[in-house]
């Protein structure tokens, strides 16, 4: 086995990187692989570390379409020639990356936000469900940090994709990304409940788990989730706000540091969610007042 691959049962292993990668044999021969990593060098390290173990590509399938997912994709499919797996609600999103940076940008983004951090070259993408009873995966929905994100498992393993991150990300950049943080929460309520049912669990981010290590990641996340919900109360609370004084202030009483304008689209974007969440509880609503988007409280 290659040192490069961490055996977690019989026919599951992790190729462990900035995005940990997981791959699962079918037969001697054949294999799968959950999720691809950023870019065309990471594709290129799974394709060498295949053929190292003798093993043929079968299938690429993808948690979901953020591009540190996706990026080896289009250099398997054009050296394989494999088809790539998703679910419908990432499809388009595989498919045509740059729809990302638009929703993220609120329009045709600057070439500076088309980076391969943000927009991964497309790949044609078929349903997870036309092979996932083939395939033996057990699929788990873990929507909310993107809109159709899924997990799955094998053997007691379970892959669980960005559904919850480290302590020390959590620490690092403390406002933890949700397309849908509603939506998160319900996945991490659910998490909570079944993954002592599990051997392993391999985030796509960090070290693989035991299930109590990854009950009380679990636990942190939706700590974290429930900090920023609290502090976005408190901040909207003081009285109506501007969306971009809302942001300042919250940024500054968690003390988030924006780095760069990919951090601040993707942290506006998280946020966001958590204004929508509130507004559909009843306890802030929305005005535009002189030419400004006002936030305040119900």
């Known amino acids: 086995m290659s040192s490069n691959v961490l055996k977690l049962s019989e026919n599951v292993y ?9 791959l699962i044999k079918l037969d ?25 173990l003798g093993l043929n590509l079968r299938a690429v399938i993808n948690t979901h379409s953020h591009a540190d997912h996706i990026g080896g994709n289009e250099i398997l499919v ?30 045709m983004p600057p070439e500076r936000l088309k980076s391969k951090l943000l927009v991964a070259k497309g790949v044609k993408v078929h349903d997870i469900s036309e092979v996932e009873g083939e395939l033996g995966l057990e699929v788990l929905n873990l929507s ?5 994100m899924l997990g799955f498992s094998k053997d007691g393993v379970l892959f669980s994709a960005d559904a919850f991150f480290s302590i020390e990300i959590l620490s690092k950049y403390v406002i933890p990304y949700h397309i849908d943080v509603k939506g998160a929460w319900k996945t991490l309520n659910m998490l909570s409940n079944v993954v002592l049912n599990y051997r392993f669990i391999v985030p796509s981010h960090g070290k693989v788990s ?14 974290a989730i429930e900090n920023v919900r609290s502090k976005l109360l408190e901040v909207i609370g003081w009285g109506p706000v501007s969306f971009e004084e809302m942001l300042d202030k919250v940024f500054k009483n968690l003390n988030v540091k924006v780095a760069n304008i990919p951090s601040y ?26 030419n400004k988007l006002l936030i305040k409280k119900a």
């Open 28 to 52: 001697q021969k054949e294999c799968v692989v959950i999720d691809t990593g950023l870019d065309e060098d990471y594709g290129r390290k799974i394709h060498n570390i295949l053929r190292s």
């Open 78 to 107: 054009k050296r394989l020639g494999v088809d790539v797996y998703a679910s419908p609600y990432e499809k388009p999103f595989i498919e045509l990356p740059l729809i990302e940076a638009i929703y993220l940008y609120g329009s």
């Open 210 to 223: 035991s299930p109590s290590e990854a009950l009380t990641e679990i636990s942190e996340n939706m700590k």
């Open 265 to 290: 689209i993707l942290l506006k974007s998280a946020v966001s969610s958590y204004i929508s969440w509130l507004m559909d509880e009843g306890l802030i609503n929305a005005d535009v007042v002189n």
């Open 144 to 148: 909310g940090h993107s809109l159709g």
């Open 14 to 22: 992790v190729i462990p990187g900035r995005t940990n990668v997981g």
